[in-house]
């Protein structure tokens, strides 16, 4: 039990483009999931908190209208990356906590984003 | 703002050797510390979770202690294999919310 999907794995984009990133758990109801960042043996850095059906909180330094976060359902929220820049390139790794359950979080498999 | 550091950055040992992975942080008010590990390119595997109330946990080979007071965990690897060769991550989650700060992670090279 307690699974957290990413998909894309991986995806490469040209600069300029937008690209979406969906996070899923799929055996329990997600009230709260996080998304990080990740870069070349660099810790993981939390960008952005996303409670279902509000807005989501994002981190200091994370540009809100860059990277849209929504959480319109108990088990999906989807991080979208506007307009890509190759600086935006980076691993990039959901995670979830179960209902109730604010001390645990169960994490995506990650997605790899290329933005060339 | 809590910081999280790891040490060492990086370790290479031989196969059979035991050894410690360090963990410190600056604001010991924390509600639990988990150990992951992580493999080139993938995700987070959890191996421990210590809760803020706990001394220490074990799993298989893994010992992991933690020192609230001080600031500090370490990650005891028994007997260690090549397929432990891994990234090792420090995360604590900080009391009142549930967030967590990451270390840098230790990375292992066990050779066979």
């Known amino acids: 039990g307690a699974v957290v999907s990413q998909h894309p794995s991986w995806v490469i984009c040209k600069s300029g483009t937008s690209v979406k990133i969906e996070c899923r758990s799929l055996?329990?109801?997600?009230?709260?999931m996080f998304w990080y960042r990740q870069f070349p043996k660099q810790s993981l850095m939390l960008m952005a908190t996303?409670?279902?059906?509000?807005?989501?909180?994002?981190e200091q330094g994370v540009e809100k209208d860059k990277f849209l976060i929504n959480h319109a359902s108990l088990t999906l929220s989807t991080l979208t990356v506007t307009s890509a820049h190759p600086e935006d390139s980076s691993f990039y790794i959901c995670?979830?906590?179960?209902?109730?359950?604010?001390?645990?979080?169960?994490f995506g498999p990650g997605t790899r984003l290329t933005v060339l | 703002k809590q910081e999280v550091t790891q040490i060492p950055a990086a370790l290479s040992v031989p196969e059979g050797e035991n050894l410690v992975l360090n963990c410190s942080f600056t604001?010991?008010?924390?509600?639990?510390l988990q150990w992951f590990r992580q493999d080139p390119g993938k995700g987070l595997t959890s191996l421990l979770l210590i809760q803020s109330s706990q001394r220490e946990q074990t799993s298989g080979r893994l010992n992991a202690s933690l020192d609230k007071s001080s600031g500090r965990s370490t990650l005891y690897i028994a007997a260690s294999q090549p397929g432990d060769s891994a990234t090792y991550l420090c995360a604590v989650m900080n009391s009142g919310y549930s967030t967590l700060t990451f270390g840098k992670g230790t990375m292992l090279l066990v050779s066979p």
């Open positions: 995670s979830a906590n179960p209902g109730g359950r604010r001390d645990t979080q169960y």
């Open positions: 055996d329990f109801q997600a009230t709260t």
């Open positions: 604001d010991s008010a924390i509600y639990n």
């Open positions: 996303s409670n279902e059906g509000s807005k989501a909180t994002y």
